[in-house]
């Protein structure tokens, strides 16, 4: 009898137990947490890892990441983001003319400025950072070929484009961050170095006064991986974005003993609604906003700048917009209008996976206060294809972005300073502008002179006055002929009494000759009578007639020989 019990028993939780599996097998549980959004870039991917860094341009990130899985805030609208970006302004028109068109560059991968005013550009002359650039422990694989060999720096007189001076030749490998201290000292970041250097004003003698990190070692602790950028308070206090791997920004003094690190890698392969405070996905690049105290990272992948305290890199604000993108390769502060953050984006790095993304890649002005997007711009108000960095004057009328494809910099100035732009000068722009948006390479274009519309004014009055003098010269000739056949045909009276007047005629201010009176004679204008009143060949030209005649009579043509 127990025994038959515990066999009921027995296949009672049997059956129950097989109508759970059967259950989970037919309704299986999500894995992924409902709070992250759809993948980004790629699945699994420490799977992937080859084509992550070709996403990221060898960046490495995924070693070292941290899974996370925070709540998200309640998902806002999404905007129609092609009208959006229609309504906004232009309020910077681009310089087509600018640079002069003998510099040659390569990728031009940073921005500034000197104490000077030029602007200061670094850039990769022949190098390329492509997918066997580096490996997958980031160590770089084109050390045989050695230092660039042309200067990687250059200054250009913001004016003209004019190169003013150029140094860095035969150091760097794979230029990438640049910033001019006010002190004149510049700071520079190379990735495959995996270093940070301190030059003296304009380079000095070539050599850094100070090093961070070990060259071609890769790492954590005192050594770097592909440090992006530098940003310099006035106290000489410094901060490194470390960078592509490490995700971090550090504090140093001006001996560069560290003073504070915070940062952590959020690049998990999945993209998040916002991301968490403190966390980078490729910090990559700095600014410093002096009346705030603060330090603005570009948190490149994540698409928003955070900003912290630069005293002692407490969390403070984030600045986002849907407008903008998941990508933001750049930011420049200028206390203009309030404060304003001028930043470029870059284009999707989701390669097709997700094509309802609309994306277009500008700079675009956004208000530290209001935290809205103000204005736009781009080449002749088209797209950039690689924007990379950007800077702005503190009054914020000039702005400039230095774009690796297609190799250039860039200057936009503010619309109520811009000069007007001749027809010609546009249309060769325009053109321009709409090849690079074809993705054509462009060359370098030979300098030709177009009219400008002064030029064209002083033309046109010119033949206006020309014209003016033909109409008078045959106005007098008509005068004159019929003053000699009034002459002819006067009776003896008068005759006598132009005799009587004739020998006063050197004391007449115009002669005699080219007074009317009311009694004279005239007939209708002939064509024949302005060259030969005889008919008989032409006549050397009167000694005696008056400076206006010998004006009158000169060939319009002569005035513009």
């Known amino acids: 009898m127990h025994s038959t019990d515990g066999y009921k028993r027995l296949g009672s939780k049997s059956l129950a137990i097989c109508c759970l599996l059967l259950h989970l097998f037919l309704f299986p549980q999500p ?16 799977n992937n890892n080859d084509r992550l860094q070709q996403i990221l341009k060898g960046s490495g990130a995924v070693s070292g990441v941290t899974q996370l899985n925070w709540p998200q805030p309640p998902k806002q609208a999404i905007p129609d983001v092609k009208t959006e970006l229609a309504k906004l302004n232009s309020t910077y028109l681009y310089q087509n003319a600018w640079p002069a068109n003998n510099v040659k560059l390569g990728a031009v991968t940073a921005v500034s400025f000197d104490k000077a005013g030029n602007v200061v550009i670094f850039h990769r002359v022949d190098r390329v950072w492509g997918q066997t650039t580096f490996d997958n422990k980031n160590q770089y694989q084109e050390k045989y070929r050695g230092p660039i060999g042309k200067s990687t ?24 961050g640049l910033t001019v201290d006010p002190e004149d000292n510049v700071w520079v970041t190379d990735v495959a170095m995996h270093q940070v250097f301190k030059f ?20 954590t602790g005192r050594k770097f991986c592909k440090p992006t950028s530098v940003a310099v308070l006035d106290n000489g206090d410094f ?11 550090l504090k140093y003094s001006p001996t560069g003993e560290l003073i504070l690190s915070w940062g952590q890698n959020s690049f998990s392969g999945v ?58 390769f750049s930011m420049a502060y200028t206390p203009a209008a309030g404060g304003q953050l001028v930043i470029v984006n870059g284009p999707t790095a989701e390669l097709g996976i997700h094509p309802e993304h609309y994306n277009e890649v500008h700079g675009f002005v956004l208000s530290m206060r209001s935290k809205q997007l103000i204005s736009k711009f781009g080449p002749n108000n088209l797209e950039f294809q690689n924007p990379h960095d950007v800077a702005v004057t503190t009054d914020g009328n000039e702005i400039y972005v230095a774009e690796l494809n297609p190799m250039r910099i860039h200057k936009f100035v503010h619309r109520s300073l811009a000069k007007p732009m001749s027809l010609s000068a ?75 007047t004739a020998s006063t005629q050197s004391c007449l201010p115009f002669g005699a000759r080219s007074r009317r009176h009311a009694w004279e004679k005239s007939e209708g204008f002939k064509l024949g009578g302005l060259l030969d009143r005889d008919r008989n060949g032409f006549e050397k030209l009167d000694q005696q007639a008056s400076d206006e005649e010998q004006e009158a009579t000169t060939p319009a043509s002569a005035q513009f020989a």
């Open 271 to 328: 993209s998040y609604d916002v991301a968490p405070q403190n966390y980078f996905a490729i910090p990559h690049a700095l600014t410093l906003v002096p009346e705030l105290q603060l330090l603005c990272a570009a948190d490149r992948e994540n698409g928003r700048v955070q900003c912290f305290s630069s005293h002692n890199g407490t969390f403070h604000s984030q600045y986002h917009n849907q407008l903008i993108g998941d990508r933001l």
């Open 153 to 176: 720096i250059l200054a250009l007189e913001p004016a003209t484009g004019k190169v003013q001076y150029d140094w860095g030749k035969n150091f760097f490998y794979m230029p990438h």
């Open 426 to 500: 546009t249309k060769d722009s325009s053109s321009s502008a709409i090849s690079r948006a074809e993705g054509k390479e462009q060359t370098p274009l030979q300098t030709t002179h177009h009219p400008s519309g002064k030029a064209i004014l002083v033309a046109s009055l010119m033949l206006l006055f020309a014209g003016s003098t033909f109409a008078l010269a045959l106005i007098f000739a008509r005068r004159r002929k019929r003053g000699n056949q009034a002459m002819s045909s006067a009776p003896p009276s008068d005759l006598v009494y132009r005799k009587l």
């Open 239 to 249: 901060f490194v974005a470390d960078g592509y791997c490490n995700a971090r920004i």
């Open 31 to 46: 894995t992924v947490s409902q709070t992250q959004s759809s993948p980004r870039y790629l699945h699994n991917a420490d």
């Open 200 to 219: 003296p004003p304009r380079g000095g003698d070539g050599k850094p006064l100070l090093t961070l990190g070990e060259v071609f070692q890769p790492g």
